[in-house]
């Protein structure tokens, strides 16, 4: 193993632009804001010590953590009462003399032969800089076993770096298919690597609900199981042949050999908790007023039509929505609401509100009587008037309802974020509302990676290569400022029809969710699809030690 040559003077290469060249810069994902390579080495050794102050305690152990199965080192974290300067043969993380203008994700990382220093003004920070940290490093930092023997060294280099949205997100469908909570775990780890910092976990919907309501317990006894775990025409037999695809696992079937599963809300705890330690925010998703048939099969009586209902209708199938009508709807709504409120700390509640099959309403006579009673004279007021009393119940109890495009029909409630999926982005950030952007072109990662569906597991449709998600530019063009900084960022959204099993939904994600992390972390104008093409395959070599199922980039188009 080579050893540092101590006291070796780093010398900065000034850039003339903010990015160093391709080949000698860093193959980071996302890429930093700034970044200066400087000339030599630091080795991490069995005997680099982790300095902290007191309150990096905790962010410092992480970084230990993380680089201990594949280095085997031991790495000690000691707490630096009086110090915050760089020491020999020591990584550093402080939040001591941080410039507060890196903002509350930014850190700066300087590397240099002799030490490492990481500062940032929060704990968020300081764990991006940790994340940086781990992919200078050679891509075996990431195997899960001990690397023998091997030179652990990182180029000295110095960077700043903040994100450039707020909002870097990844929606999973647990209801289409279910993933366990160590399958979530496990996305939720990558996630973090790519500095992506919100999951929006889709926990019911028409074939599933996945999250146990102590107040009704029908809701998981009965909506979450089906007969099948395919909820779409079965696949050609070639297509299964695709070694992405696969069957769901054994254990995602009941005693009775029914599909399904829930989340107990210990479960959901310790998921929360287990994002948290990886500054995620969780938004959890409770679909209201349609793609309900999973609730209602379990209380029909909050339907228009009473039922009944089944788990095992095929997508589309039933009515599926609830009776504005009936005052014990949002009764019971409020009841799941306020348990939800209780396990998500998190600022954002998404109440769905797409796709609602409002013919069903039209046809129903409560429901004529309610729309004359209110005066409305269509079925968007009606959708309106649900999704406004939802929200003000979730604005009464401190939080925030974020919902689809479909929000916005009938008119938007004062406090609603759109998660703009069909359009409504701009007339809802000239309103004065925040907006996700998750447009179907770009951040539908149910779509097809290749033109040619014969080499592919089958999908829902589309075509969503990796080079189109890289060209995405989440404020919408016709949004001039101020409103533009109403774009609180992006997400993807994984929708599961199709995907029963975490190898397949790995194949998916990676790398197109490489490619969104840095749309919405890297400055807009860095964007460069070659160079982003060299990093992706130094990642794809961190993806393999990581035991992920990605789409190689040798695949074809
Ligand atoms: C959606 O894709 N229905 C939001």
Same mark, same amino acid.
């Given at each position: 193993?080579?050893? /540092? !040559? ?28 700034? @970044? ?111 690397? #023998? ?20 997100? @990844?929606?999973?469908? !647990?209801?289409?298919? %279910? ?20 999951? $929006? ?46 069957? &769901? ?35 959890? #998703?409770?679909?209201? &007023?349609? $793609? ?34 009936? /005052?014990?709807?949002?009764? %019971?709504?409020? =009841?799941?609401?306020?348990?939800? %409120?209780?396990?998500? /700390? ?6 769905? =509100? ?17 729309? +004359?009673? #209110? ?50 982005? !701009? ?29 592919? /597991? ?30 609180? =960022? ?13 190898? $397949? ?7 197109? @969710? ?9 400055? +807009? ?22 035991? !992920? ?9």
């Amino acid at each position: 193993m080579k050893l /540092p !040559v101590a006291g070796l003077c780093l010398t900065f290469l000034t850039t003339t632009t903010a990015f160093a060249a391709s080949t000698l810069a860093p193959a980071l994902i996302p890429q930093p804001q700034k @970044l200066e390579l400087g000339v030599g080495e630091f080795h991490l050794r069995p005997d680099t010590k982790i300095l902290a102050s007191l309150a990096s305690l905790g962010t410092a152990k992480q970084l230990a953590a993380r680089l201990r199965p594949s280095t085997g080192y031991p790495l000690k974290v000691h707490t630096k009462f009086f110090s915050d300067t760089a020491a020999d043969n020591a990584i550093l993380l402080t939040t001591r003399n941080a410039r507060t203008n890196l903002g509350p994700e930014g850190y700066e990382l300087t590397v240099s032969t002799h030490s490492v220093v990481l500062r940032a003004p929060t704990q968020a920070g300081l764990f991006y800089g940790a994340q940086t940290l781990r992919q200078l490093l050679p891509p075996e930092i990431f195997s899960t076993n001990v690397v #023998e023997d091997f030179n652990w060294q990182m180029p000295c280099v110095r960077i700043e770096d903040w994100p450039r949205f707020k909002w870097r997100g @990844l929606m999973l469908d !647990v209801s289409r298919h %279910f993933y366990t909570k160590a399958e979530v775990e496990k996305i939720l780890d990558l996630m973090a690597l790519y500095k992506l910092n919100r999951f $929006h976990w889709h926990l019911t919907d028409d074939q599933g609900w996945r999250i146990e309501i102590k107040k009704y317990p029908r809701l998981t006894q009965v909506g979450a199981w089906r007969d099948q775990s395919s909820v779409v025409p079965p696949n050609p037999p070639e297509t299964n042949a695709h070694p992405a695809w696969a069957e &769901p696992a054994a254990g995602k079937f009941g005693p009775d050999g029914r599909y399904g599963g829930f989340y107990t809300q210990q479960d959901i705890r310790e998921v929360v908790a287990y994002a948290a330690a990886r500054h995620i925010t969780v938004v959890p #998703e409770i679909e209201m &007023p349609g $793609h309900s048939v999973a609730a209602l099969a379990a209380y029909p009586h909050f339907s228009c039509s009473g039922g009944p209902y089944s788990t095992n209708a095929k997508a589309g199938v039933g009515d599926g929505i609830y009776d504005p009508a009936n /005052p014990g709807t949002f009764k %019971f709504l409020e =009841g799941v609401l306020t348990e939800v %409120f209780r396990l998500f /700390p998190g600022q954002y509640v998404h109440i769905g =509100g797409d796709e609602v099959r409002k013919e069903y309403w039209a046809k129903s006579p409560d429901c004529q009587a309610l729309m +004359k009673q #209110e005066g409305f004279t269509n079925a968007d007021q009606l959708q309106s008037y649900f999704v406004k009393r939802m929200a003000a119940f979730i604005g009464a109890h401190g939080k925030t309802p974020i919902g689809w495009s479909e929000i916005l029909q009938g008119g938007l409630a004062t406090n609603a974020v759109v998660m703009d999926w069909i359009g409504g982005a !701009v007339e809802a950030a000239s309103a004065g509302h925040d907006v996700v952007m998750t447009p179907t072109t770009y951040c539908y990662f149910d779509h097809y990676q290749s033109t040619n569906h014969a080499t592919e /597991p089958r999908a829902i449709g589309g075509f969503l290569p990796l080079k189109q998600v890289y060209s995405f530019e989440p404020v919408p063009a016709n949004l001039p400022a101020p409103d533009d900084s109403r774009i609180l =960022g992006a997400q993807a959204n994984l929708w599961t029809e199709y995907v029963a099993s975490l190898p $397949h939904a790995e194949y998916m994600l990676f790398p197109r @969710l490489c490619a969104l992390a840095e749309v919405v972390w890297s400055p +807009k104008d860095a964007r460069n699809w070659k160079d982003f093409q060299q990093r992706l395959a130094v990642n794809e070599r961190r993806l393999d030690e990581s035991g !992920v199922n990605y789409r190689r980039q040798t695949a074809a188009e």
